[in-house]
């Protein structure tokens, strides 16, 4: 047992005892005025049963008052319901009917504790909640359940579908956006989902967070796109890996060497031979503890096709958590010695968002993967900040762009930036990769900044290895 934890039950006990001892004495004082009058003529026997009853009376008291320090329904911050209490309202208003849930979210609450102080970050999280609730009440919701999730994070429920609530939840974020609190710039995101989507309020919670992530990424508030409940991508996943159920599909890149790199796309069947894409599975996979099972899984289907076909790089995103794994890499080993002709041709795509402090172990795992041949690709570079320190850092093959300077390579300051990464790689002898080149003149801007491989609709489609190979 930590020392917090004892010192709490010692202070209970103590409170406990405090609050009820002086019941316990009245109680005492009491019996013992009513039966003096009455000493020699009650038996002795009812004396030891009213002390016994006495005694489970108070024992029980105590109980009640101990017990009673963790039936807490609101936090102390933010004066909403804790999470605990707000999932059992959740659960319960789920079974009655459709029922919609909205996730409210303070985005830069870790950089107001840190400019301005916990004490005003705790204040911002507390009139947050308030002007959530005065916003709805000005749109005559009343008494709804709102609790305080996580970190900035406020969950929000309201009855019906989430159809009826998108529009509330955009004029909300829309009002609320770029707000400002003694000059504390506060800004705030949504996402929503509703019980059509998963009966199970783990899954509801868990999805809030996955679309947070999608909303940031494209601007919107909601996805539109039919969602698949989780349940079945559970099943699906699982069933998936047992039976290697996996569309396997691969994009040609162009590379300044004469080499073509392709570059393996993985969906899965869900049920009816629904195809499910990356985006939905991949937090399920990270969610079950399957990531090292599955890219392990993968791996060797593309070293399959790397036997089958002699020439080329072939390429997978993976985890970084499992290719720091002792036994993924004891798995890349066995693979390597049966397969000498794959050697340089593995190539490994990396990128994550979270900085791996454990610099020497990761450098040391990367140059082991190097020194068996396989070539080691840093992906998002230019807008993670974690690519930018490893490139620093460790000794790698290739770095690839962000699919944001594609699209945007028509504009003068993505170029700019982008002849400046592109220096800063060759100066450390490492080559550069840009995808989503899907038309002839961000190609050619591409080509005169010196990007060595270039991948897209424009280079090559989407297909199976043995038709690309017929092609190529």
Not at 311 to 332: D, H, I, Q, W, Y
Request: with cysteine; hydrophobic share 40%; charged share 25%.
């Amino acid at each position: 047992m930590l020392l917090p934890e004892a010192k709490e039950r010692e202070h209970r006990f103590k409170l406990a005892l405090r609050m009820g001892l002086p019941i316990f004495s009245l109680a005492v004082i009491l019996i013992f005025a009513r039966l003096s009058e009455y000493f020699n003529t009650i038996p002795i026997s009812f004396y030891v049963v009213a002390l016994v009853v006495l005694a489970v009376m108070i024992y029980y008291i105590f109980y009640l008052i101990y017990r009673g320090f963790d039936e807490r329904i609101t936090d102390p911050i933010t004066h909403t319901f804790t999470r605990e209490y707000l999932m059992g309202l959740f659960e319960k208003s789920i079974k009655k009917g459709p029922y919609t849930i909205i996730l409210i979210t303070v985005d830069n609450l870790h950089d107001i504790n840190q400019r301005y102080g916990t004490q005003n970050g705790d204040k911002v999280l507390y009139e947050t909640a308030h002007w959530i609730g005065d916003f709805l009440k000005s749109k005559g919701i009343q008494k709804f359940p709102i609790g305080h999730f996580k970190g900035g994070d406020f969950l929000i429920g309201l009855e019906g579908e989430k159809f009826e609530h998108k529009t509330l939840l955009e004029l909300m974020c829309l009002k609320f956006e770029q707000h400002c609190d003694d000059e504390m710039e506060i800004q705030i995101s949504g996402s929503i989902v509703d019980s059509g989507f998963s009966k199970n309020i783990n899954h509801l919670t868990e999805r809030l967070f996955e679309l947070q992530t999608e909303n940031r990424k494209t601007k919107t508030l909601y996805a539109d796109e039919t969602e698949i409940n989780p349940s079945e991508v559970e099943a699906s996943v699982i069933n998936a890996i047992k039976s290697r159920s996996f569309s396997i599909r691969y994009q040609s890149a162009a590379c300044k060497t004469g080499q073509t790199l392709y570059e393996m796309s993985v969906k899965l069947y869900g049920s009816n031979e629904k195809l499910i894409h990356q985006k939905v599975f991949i937090p399920v996979i990270n969610r079950l503890g399957l990531a090292r099972e599955f890219d392990t899984l993968m791996l060797e289907m593309m070293v399959e096709e790397c036997v089958k076909h002699e020439k080329g790089l072939f390429a997978l995103t993976l985890f970084p958590s499992t290719v720091r794994n002792a036994r993924f890499f004891e798995r890349v080993q066995v693979l390597f010695a049966n397969n000498k002709n794959i050697e340089g041709r593995i190539v490994f795509v990396l990128g994550e968002q979270e900085y791996y402090s454990n610099t020497s172990r990761f450098k040391e795992i990367l140059n082991s993967y190097r020194r068996m041949g396989v070539r080691i690709v840093l992906d998002r570079y230019g807008i993670y900040q974690t690519t930018l320190l490893y490139l620093k850092d460790y000794e790698v093959d290739m770095v690839r762009y962000d699919a944001h300077f594609s699209k945007h390579l028509k504009e003068k300051g993505a170029q700019s930036i982008l002849k400046g990464l592109d220096v800063a790689a060759k100066e450390l002898g490492v080559k550069t990769w840009m995808k989503m080149v899907e038309d002839e003149e961000t190609e050619t801007i591409a080509k005169a900044i010196g990007v060595d491989c270039l991948q897209g609709k424009l280079i090559g489609k989407i297909d199976t290895m043995d038709k690309l190979g017929e092609n190529g």
